[in-house]
């Protein structure tokens, strides 16, 4: 302020006070007084200014009465410009204290933020940026000048989160945020997560500005997402196999965590475990409950890993689930279980592995028993092969050799039907030992059905009504009559077990079409029709499960002692290879019935007449090699009786002499397959080497073809034979 101005504001004041203008005085005063503090003047030099005044005023006022009178009272006012001053000074005085302090407080915070290693950023309540500290530059890569007044969106704000964080932002600046995660981006678009704490700062009850301090958690974001990535992985590892991990509180065995492939063993979801602990132990099986509470007991008690396999009770839908379990207590400090971890692993299908390989143990004992079985009634059956031989051809050459009357004649006929009903049996005991290709030959069915049941009468109990319904006209198939017997054999003594308590066994036959034919048949075309047999009973029926596997080797429904399982599956093959098929249906409770079906033969070739067979007659030269020598001699006169020279040997050795030392070589030989240190064919190749171009035919008692010696090049004759067959044969090779 100017001297000049500081007068002429004073004499105003005065003019003002003569003037009696107290409003305008006043005024002028404080203003004054305020005018002086500003200007630095002090308060004593206003005297001066007074009397200068004064001294203006005079000359504007001569009335000197006023003058007097403004100087008498001029004291006061000189007091209250004083006042007025003082008291203006002292406000200034306060005021720049507290701009001083301020100010020095805005350094000290300025510094402080500086300074702190977090990034800091200060927001206007217009979301426009006061300021950011230099942590918060160097994280972001955007500086103080490009950051300062900028409102948001701002250049952090990822596009993906645009929304959301502008929601967080609203949100925290009306109530501040606590570890509030938010995913952010820097200048070169790399992005990263912050943790942010926040505060509004409010005055005088509106927001002054909002403080936010920023943490980098990208680190701990990225191992937390590589942890979940890898629980994920392992859960997805855990699903895809058959097991359960879980974690149980020691004391109260409430579930911590249970996962993995929790529905597909145990048919409930984790949850439902997590919230019923108590529930995992009603699954388990009523059978194998106590065990496992034993179990659980012993291992816990011991503090020690233990397992147990057990089943459960799937709970959605019913199934039984064998499952083996690995239990660990985990002990603390103070010898107690804290924590129990398991895995549950799936073993069912391990389960039901072995209880098949246990099966087949069971079933290669039982083929290993059947085998023996089989090698001693082959035994059997060849010895004995060899009586019923002598048996019936002695009585078929003296029943044609003798003149006999009726009586005598019926009991040779006896013995030749008792020897071949015996030769039946015999290959019945061989199907044992070996399988075999069948002879087939044109049968009547309803002929070999009346045989079984004479047959069966033995076996079938009375409380059984065995009733048989036969087609009237003739059954013929191209059958091999033993085989076709044990097949009904084997499916009535399936009929007479089904039904201990007593029931219907009936047996059927017709003559059939095409039509009748169950739809999976795959049978041959046949012009004639076909013959169909049932043999059905009203047993106990079986199952679905059962009638699938009816016919599967080993199979069997009856106890360890009772049956071997064979029984359907040999007979389902006899038929199979007689070009036929078979069928059966069944019902629990309903009963079981088998239909086999076979092609109708047609009319047989013209038989040769008795008088044909009768005159299989020669000269030519025999070599015979039997070491039976009750069937050689038989081969010897029925022979000779016949026309035929023959020379008789019972050993390979005597054969192979006989070939080379004679003068005229052998048209046929006729040699017995089992030979004394040697075999039929071996001992058949010894005589060509002798003589290249004999003819041969080969005898056994075993249940052999052609087919089983391709390089023999011979017929064979099988033990038992008739003596005209014999006959036929031996001159049938002869002329060929």
């Known amino acids: 302020m100017s001297e000049q101005h500081l007068k002429d504001t004073y004499s105003s004041l005065v003019e003002a006070y003569v003037a009696s203008q107290e409003e305008q005085y006043l005024a002028r005063a404080a203003d004054l007084g305020r005018q002086l503090v500003l200007a630095n003047v002090p308060l004593e030099d206003l005297a001066e200014i007074h009397q200068e005044a004064i001294g203006r005023l005079a000359e504007e006022f001569p009335d000197k009465t006023l003058l007097?009178?403004?100087?008498?009272?001029?004291?006061?006012?000189?007091?209250?410009?004083?006042?007025?001053?003082?008291?203006?000074?002292?406000?200034?005085?306060?005021?720049?204290?507290?701009?001083?302090?301020?100010r020095e407080?805005?350094?000290?915070?300025?510094?402080?933020?500086?300074?702190?290693?977090?990034?800091?950023?200060?927001?206007?309540?217009?979301?426009s940026i006061k300021y950011v500290n230099p942590a918060l530059e160097m994280l972001t890569g955007f500086s103080l000048t490009e950051l300062v007044g900028r409102k948001a969106p701002y250049p952090w704000w990822?596009?993906?989160?645009?929304?959301?964080?502008?929601?967080?932002?609203?949100?925290?600046?009306?109530?501040?945020?606590?570890?509030?995660?938010?995913?952010?981006?820097k200048k070169n678009r790399e992005q990263f997560w912050v943790q942010i704490t926040s505060v509004p700062v409010r005055s005088n009850g509106g927001l002054k500005y909002y403080l936010a301090s920023w943490v980098d958690i990208t680190g701990r974001r990225r191992a937390e997402e590589a942890l979940r990535e890898s629980e994920e992985r392992l859960r997805r590892v855990v699903g895809s196999l058959p097991i359960i991990l879980y974690s149980a509180e020691g004391g109260t065995n409430r579930f911590l965590l249970i996962t993995g492939a929790v529905?597909?063993?145990?048919?409930?979801?984790?949850?439902?475990?997590?919230?019923?602990?108590?529930?995992?132990?009603?699954?388990?099986?009523?059978?194998?409950?106590?065990?496992?509470?034993?179990?659980?007991?012993?291992?816990l008690d011991s503090l020690k890993p233990f397992e147990l396999e057990y089943r459960i009770v799937h709970g959605i839908d019913g199934r039984t689930v064998w499952v083996r379990e690995y239990h660990v207590p985990i002990v603390g400090p103070n010898g107690r279980i804290i924590r129990q971890d398991g895995v549950i692993l799936n073993v069912t299908d391990q389960k039901s592995a072995e209880q098949e390989r246990e099966q087949m143990q069971a079933q290669?004992?039982?083929?290993?028993?059947?085998?023996?079985?089989?090698?001693?009634?082959?035994?059997?059956?060849?010895?004995?092969?060899?009586?019923?031989?002598?048996?019936?051809?002695?009585?078929?050459?003296?029943?044609?050799?003798?003149?006999?009357?009726?009586?005598?004649?019926?009991?040779?006929?006896?013995?030749?039907?008792?020897?071949?009903?015996?030769?039946?049996?015999?290959?019945?005991?061989?199907?044992?030992?070996?399988?075999s290709e069948p002879r087939i030959q044109r049968t009547d069915a309803n002929y070999l059905i009346q045989e079984v049941c004479r047959l069966l009468r033995r076996m079938i109990p009375g409380t059984i009504h065995f009733r048989l319904d036969l087609d009237a006209s003739p059954c013929?198939?191209?059958?091999?009559?033993?085989?076709?017997?044990?097949?009904?054999?084997?499916?009535?003594?399936?009929?007479?077990?089904?039904?201990?308590?007593?029931?219907?066994?009936?047996?059927?036959?017709?003559?059939?079409?095409?039509?009748?034919?169950?739809?999976?048949?795959?049978?041959?075309?046949?012009?004639?029709?076909?013959?169909?047999?049932?043999?059905?009973?009203?047993?106990?029926?079986?199952?679905?499960?059962?009638?699938?596997?009816?016919?599967?080797?080993?199979?069997?429904?009856?106890?360890?002692?009772?049956?071997?399982?064979?029984?359907?599956?040999?007979?389902?093959?006899?038929v199979e290879a007689h070009h036929g098929t078979i069928d059966v249906a069944s019902r629990p409770g309903e009963g079981t019935c088998f239909d086999l079906f076979f092609p109708l033969a047609g009319p047989s070739p013209v038989e040769e007449t008795e008088a044909e067979i009768s005159s299989a007659r020669g000269e030519e030269r025999i070599l015979v090699v039997e070491d039976e020598e009750m069937v050689g001699s038989l081969l010897g006169t029925v022979l000779e009786s016949r026309g035929y020279q023959v020379t008789l040997t019972h050993r390979s050795e005597e054969a192979l002499e006989a070939a080379r030392s004679s003068a005229e070589p052998f048209d046929l030989a006729i040699v017995d397959y089992s030979l004394p240190g040697n075999t039929g064919d071996r001992c058949l190749a010894e005589i060509r080497g002798a003589q290249p171009d004999i003819k041969a035919i080969l005898i056994t008692a075993y249940d052999i073809g052609a087919g089983d010696l391709p390089d023999a090049d011979c017929w064979i004759l099988h033990k038992p034979f008739s003596v005209t067959a014999m006959a036929q044969m031996v001159r049938d090779v002869l002329d060929r």
């Open 364 to 435: 290669l004992l039982r083929a290993q028993k059947l085998e023996s079985i089989g090698v001693l009634a082959g035994g059997i059956a060849h010895d004995f092969n060899n009586m019923l031989t002598v048996i019936s051809g002695n009585a078929q050459f003296l029943s044609k050799r003798l003149r006999l009357d009726a009586t005598q004649a019926g009991a040779l006929e006896d013995i030749n039907a008792a020897a071949t009903h015996a030769a039946e049996m015999t290959r019945s005991l061989q199907a044992f030992s070996r399988p």
């Open 68 to 102: 007097e009178s403004a100087g008498r009272v001029f004291a006061p006012l000189m007091e209250m410009l004083m006042a007025y001053g003082l008291a203006f000074r002292e406000t200034l005085d306060e005021r720049k204290r507290v701009e001083e302090a301020l």
């Open 158 to 185: 990822t596009e993906e989160t645009l929304e959301e964080t502008a929601q967080d932002l609203e949100q925290a600046m009306e109530g501040g945020a606590n570890r509030l995660e938010e995913l952010f981006q």
């Open 476 to 574: 013929m198939i191209a059958a091999d009559p033993g085989q076709m017997q044990q097949v009904l054999v084997n499916l009535c003594v399936n009929a007479r077990d089904a039904m201990p308590t007593g029931g219907v066994l009936e047996i059927r036959t017709r003559r059939v079409g095409a039509e009748s034919l169950p739809p999976h048949a795959e049978m041959q075309a046949c012009s004639d029709g076909y013959v169909g047999i049932r043999v059905s009973d009203s047993g106990c029926g079986m199952d679905a499960d059962t009638l699938e596997r009816v016919f599967d080797p080993f199979f069997t429904t009856k106890a360890p002692d009772r049956g071997t399982g064979l029984g359907l599956a040999i007979a389902y093959k006899i």
């Open 263 to 299: 529905r597909e063993i145990l048919g409930r979801d984790p949850e439902y475990f997590l919230k019923n602990p108590d529930q995992a132990s009603e699954l388990v099986h009523p059978d194998d409950r106590v065990y496992v509470g034993r179990t659980f007991k012993q291992g």
């Open 105 to 127: 407080s805005e350094e000290f915070s300025s510094s402080l933020l500086s300074s702190t290693p977090d990034p800091i950023i200060v927001i206007h309540p217009d979301t």
